[in-house]
């Protein structure tokens, strides 16, 4: 039977019916009681109504040391500005409208202007190459982007190709310098809009599309409803506890889920104080940035938590980090060790979190308070219900221990509604009732999860989905490529890194330059993130007797993993 | 040292900074924590520095802060050279 959290061990969750979890959110927010059922509306307006205008919303940072700070009253006004200025510019309901900036307050803010007008925003990792931005863009059909100077360059590249790009807007650049269709704005400098009116968007109305990588054809874009506000709201108040005082710090980029869920709509539709920091990784300049501004919650990644282990406990001390009360973490799976140590070091265990971008919220969690089992993933969250199948029959595994597919009953709010422009694949992500989130757990005696791996090729790399199909096809690009395969390899830190295996073109030779060259290739085109972090040339790959790669021949060969039937392989 | 210095710069600039980018990449200007060289991106980094300069750098070394500036990364290239012309 499915398995629900269990009223046997100290979880601060009650058993209670999914549906009452999600009426309480609601009732909580008024969610449907006259007020405009708009993300961007109640993470400004409702929390000044209620009595917050002048707190801090976002504190901002850069490595250079610039700051800006916005209250709820200023989040409010600068939101309505912007969301004006995109009508005026001649955008409308259900246009997408693609923020590629790095993490400056024109992205935080920019996110609910998109909302408010009626548009569907549609973030995107700033890193992403002109290859990986393009398809992304030209599946959304984006009407307009709205981005900064640095990374105007990429979008030039491509623009010829997107025929449905109307608008370029940029953040932080002179008029003269722009080209036709590029427009100059200062978040600033725009004038207040006094009555401002949100558009009527509904429960059902689009909100929201973030893209996502599969193990075949192109990134889908999974798109999401105002109606995922209840449980972002309230799944960022039990889970990551946020409460109205608090000072929270998400170290996720808004280009992925983590980011908008839990880095703009948790904190904020919660009315707490949220700080950023747009600058690269550093310990030092991590704990520095902890220490001053207060942070109490902090929600985090296991290869970031790894990176902080490397550099040792010393680093710790050097700092005072008593503000912090509450650690999660998101991404990939948390390995024990970096629960031991964070209980050494900050005094306080991190919380392992699983969603996903097609979940739009956290699913399976260790709630405040909840014993923690070291590598476990938790329990689901109260209102969802969640179970191992068995990946036969798509049934729910009954005893304890055995590996099997997690499924999620559908029905909870932050779902989202389908793949953009892909009835097909969103469909294929449902058996027997269950929404299958494409990986492989365990379910223990007390309702504990604990992740086994992925249940396709794509790769996690650094917490971030990598699908091996765009890889592929961008090494396939490359002149000196003949056939390629993608697989992710055991990296200490970042979990997997992408490895690649390529055949070589008559007339080409292996080489330390030609590697390097490969290298960078994929990182221009499609992200550093995507960047085989090692290529191996070989002189065949492994294939089907139909001729299809098998990539989970050359994947289990990297985990020294059985390699399992090879009855369907070609042979040489 | 100065050679050094603008092979890396020329390299970074080359291969980091898209065409038509206008920033300007001195020897002081932070490259992780500026957000021009993610920790990805390092290993490429780190790739052409062994190749070219016929070095190794332990993955321990090869941290954010010892690759955040021009002048680190010499740093750092001289230190493995040094210890591989004496081995």
Redesign the interface.
């Known amino acids: 039977m499915p398995l629900r959290p269990s009223s046997s061990s100290a979880s601060t969750a009650t058993p209670e019916a999914t549906t009452g979890t999600w009426d309480r959110a609601a009732a909580e927010l008024g969610w449907g009681r006259g007020d405009p059922q708009n993300i961007g509306w109640y993470c400004s307006d409702r929390i000044c109504r209620n009595g917050r205008a002048s707190v801090p919303a976002l504190i901002w940072e850069n490595?250079?040391g610039e700051r800006r700070v916005y209250t709820f009253d200023q989040l409010r006004d600068r939101s309505d500005a912007f969301a004006h200025h995109l009508r005026t510019l001649g955008l409308g309901p259900r246009e997408r409208i693609c923020l590629f900036l790095?993490r400056v307050p024109e992205l935080y803010i920019g996110f609910l202007s998109v909302l408010k007008m009626g548009g569907i925003v549609q973030p995107l990792f700033s890193?992403f190459g002109d290859e990986a931005l393009w398809t992304r863009l030209d599946d959304a059909g984006t009407a307009a982007i709205i981005t900064q100077?640095?990374?105007?360059?990429?979008v030039?590249k491509i623009r010829e190709r997107l025929p449905e790009l109307r608008l370029i807007l940029v953040v932080d650049a002179d008029q003269a310098a722009l080209r036709p269709g590029e427009r100059a704005m200062s978040l600033d400098a725009l004038p207040t809009m006094s009555g401002f009116e949100v558009h009527a968007t509904d429960a059902e109305t689009p909100s929201v599309l973030h893209y996502t990588s599969g193990t075949t054809g192109k990134p889908k874009g999974a798109l999401h409803v105002h109606a995922s506000l209840p449980a972002q709201y309230l799944t960022a108040k039990e889970v990551l506890d946020l409460r109205p005082d608090d000072i929270y710090w998400c170290n996720a980029d808004p280009g992925w889920v983590t980011g908008t869920s839990y880095g703009i709509i948790g904190p904020w539709s919660n009315g707490t104080t949220q700080v950023v920091l747009?600058?690269?990784?550093?310990?030092?300049?991590w704990y520095e940035f902890i220490q001053r501004q207060g942070v109490t919650v902090w929600y985090s990644a296991p290869t970031a938590i790894r990176?902080l282990m490397?550099?040792g406990a010393e680093v710790v001390r050097r700092y005072d980090l008593s503000s912090l009360r509450h650690l999660c973490s998101v991404g990939e799976p948390l390995n024990p060790e970096a629960v031991h140590w964070s209980r050494e070091v900050f005094g306080l265990p991190f919380h392992d979190t699983f969603w996903q971008t097609e979940t739009g919220c956290i699913v399976i969690t260790n709630l405040p308070g909840m014993p923690i089992k070291a590598g476990s993933m938790g329990r689901p969250f109260a209102g969802i219900e969640a179970a191992v199948l068995d990946p036969k029959t798509y049934e729910p595994i009954t005893d304890t221990g055995r590996a099997g597919l997690i499924g999620l009953r559908p029905g909870w709010p932050a779902m989202m509604r389908a793949y953009w422009n892909n009835p097909a694949a969103y469909s294929a992500k449902f058996h027997n009732g269950w929404y299958l989130c494409g990986d492989r757990a365990s379910c223990d005696a007390d309702g504990y999860f604990w992740f086994v791996g992925r249940d396709d090729d794509v790769i996690n790399?650094?917490g971030h989905l990598v699908g091996p199909f765009e890889i592929e096809s961008a090494l396939l690009e490359h002149p000196a490529v003949a056939e390629s395969a993608a697989v992710g390899k055991p990296d200490p830190i970042?979990m997997e890194?992408v490895k690649a295996f390529v055949t070589l073109k008559t007339g080409f030779a292996p080489s330390?330059?030609l590697?390097?060259e490969i290298?960078?290739t994929i990182?221009?085109r499609l992200s550093?993130?995507a960047?085989p972090?090692e290529i191996a040339f070989v002189p065949s790959l492994p294939k089907t007797r139909s001729g299809k790669i098998l990539r989970r021949v050359l994947r289990a060969q990297e985990w020294g993993e059985p390699v399992g039937d090879l009855s369907t392989m070609m042979e040489d | 040292m100065d050679d050094l210095k603008r092979a890396i710069r020329d390299y970074v600039t080359r291969?980091y900074l898209?065409?038509?980018?206008?920033?300007e990449i001195a020897d002081a200007t932070?490259l992780?924590?500026?957000?021009i060289v993610?920790?990805?991106?390092m290993?490429?980094l780190k790739?052409?520095l062994e190749?070219r300069y016929h070095i190794q750098i332990p993955d321990?070394d090869a941290?954010?802060?010892a690759f955040?500036s021009v002048d680190r990364i010499a740093a750092l290239v001289t230190r493995f050279a040094a210890h591989a012309s004496a081995s």
């Open positions: 490595h250079a790095d890193a100077r640095k990374h105007l360059p990429k030039r747009d600058a690269g990784f550093g310990s030092d300049r990176l490397r550099d790399t650094g970042n890194v330390d330059d590697e390097l290298m960078n990182r221009r550093p993130l960047m972090q | 291969e898209e065409e038509g980018d206008d920033r932070p992780i924590s500026g957000g993610d920790s990805f991106s290993v490429s790739r052409f190749k321990a941290t954010p802060d955040d």
